[in-house]
Nanobody
Framework: QVHVEESGGGLVQPGGSLRLSCVPS??????AGWYRQAPGKEREWLAS???????NYAESVKGRFTIFKDDAENTAYLQLNSLKSEDTAVYYC??????????????WGQGTQVTVSS
């Protein structure tokens, strides 16, 4: 069964850190991206990583969040540092599946809740 699963969310105090994990099941991790959606807001792109490891970040999280992947573990990560209350949201991972002779297809996880509060 092909799917993507995120984990690592939780409740953290302002200034704290979390590490989110994203594991695709049924296919090898290629490129990936992290997004978030706060209540009443649209889904927001945060960071992306290519198959070769090149990264790109939204200005709102640059310097605080780090995306990386472990190909051996078939896992993508998002390290969240210096968290603020406005970082509270559901965080989603998107993984691109590459199949020979077919266009790339994106798979999304169901999200993991991050709550930043004292």
């Amino acid at each position: 069964q092909v799917h993507v699963e995120e984990s690592g969310g939780g409740l953290v105090q302002p200034g704290g850190s979390l590490r989110l994990s994203c594991v695709p099941s049924g296919f090898r991790l290629n490129s990936a991206g992290w997004y978030r959606q706060a209540p009443g807001k649209e889904r927001e792109w945060l960071a992306s990583i290519t198959s070769g490891g090149a990264t790109n970040y939204a200005e709102s999280v640059k310097g605080r969040f780090t995306i990386f992947k472990d190909d051996a573990e078939n896992t993508a990560y998002l390290q969240l540092n210096s968290l603020k209350s406005e970082d509270t949201a559901v965080y989603y991972c998107r993984c691109s599946r590459i199949q020979l002779g077919r266009p790339p297809r994106d798979y999304w996880g169901q999200g993991t809740q991050v709550t930043v509060s004292s």
